[in-house]
Every structure is written in C-alpha cells, then in structure tokens.
C-alpha cells in the first residue's frame, strides 16, 4: 500500500503541473491572438482572401486552366441557399440523376489597392446533390464587397 501512494502521488502531482503549465501556455497564445490587429483589406494575400470566402466545408481545389468542357453545363445551376446578414450562400447544384460532375467555378471581387482579383476553384458534385461555395458577399473590417461566383467549365466524370 505504501509503495502505491510513493509511487502515486508524484505521478498525479507531475501530470497535475504539466496539464497546468499546458492550460496558461494556450490561454497565453488565445491572448494573443486577440491582441492581433486586422489587416486593412489591400494588404490580404491570395491565401488569407481564399479563407475569408470559404467556409471549411466550402473548399475545392485551387484552379490553374485545365477545361471540363461545357458538357455538364445544362445541369448545373449556382443558387441562393441561404440569406444572411452578410450576403446569401450560395452553392452548387448537380440536377443530373446519373452522373458526378466536375466543375471549376470563379469568385471575382476587387478589394481596393489589393492585387488579388479573382480565385478559381474545382468542385466535385454527386447527382442530385448541392454543395456550398461560399457567399455572394465579404463582409470584412465593417466594410461589404461584392463576390461575383460563376461557372467556367463543368464536364462529367467518366467513371472506371
């Protein structure tokens, strides 16, 4: 019994202070986090602008010029799912019964002084299926910018 508490008790006070020392270091970093100013809206990157248009659910894949053909254009519609108090979301929708379309679709905005004017992203849609790909609108620093999304090329997966 006593060999139990000897070993014990320094065990449960050395992960007490770990966890302890762990807890300070992340409040320290949210702190911190907090503290950090905005960056006026000419300064964003490309990287920063994708992820203030996209949700985590809303990704594709970054977009450099390869073509789908315009095959599965007739079953795609970009449509208003939801309206916000910053915008309406706004997603595909693949009305083909059979076939898996891929779509490469263009956000267009111009941010003032900011050299990033576009962003181009490919999407993967089942049939009958609907996916989110972002808002119609920026809200960003009290200021709203306009996104103006479209459909560049939409082709059907050929499957194996």
């Keep these: 019994m006593n060999i139990k508490f000897f070993i014990g ?3 449960l006070c050395l992960l007490t202070f770990s966890c302890k020392g762990k807890s300070d270091k992340v409040d320290s970093e949210k702190t911190a986090t907090e503290n950090h100013e905005i960056k006026n809206i000419s300064e964003l990157t490309f990287r920063e602008i994708l992820f203030l248009l996209h949700k985590e659910n809303e990704f594709g894949t970054d977009y450099h010029g390869d073509s789908f053909g315009k095959e599965a254009m007739g079953d795609i519609i970009v449509t208003t799912t939801a309206k916000t108090d910053c915008g309406d979301e706004m997603a595909l929708v693949n009305t083909s019964p059979e076939k898996k379309a891929q779509i490469a679709t263009m956000a267009s905005f111009n941010f003032p002084n900011n050299p990033v004017k576009e962003i181009a992203m490919v999407y993967m849609i089942a049939p009958n299926d609907t996916l ?9 620093n009290g200021e709203k910018y306009m996104i103006a999304r479209k459909v560049l090329s939409a082709g059907y997966v050929k499957e194996n």
């Design 9 to 11: 008790f320094p065990l």
């Design 132 to 140: 989110p790909i972002g808002r119609n609108m920026l809200c960003y």
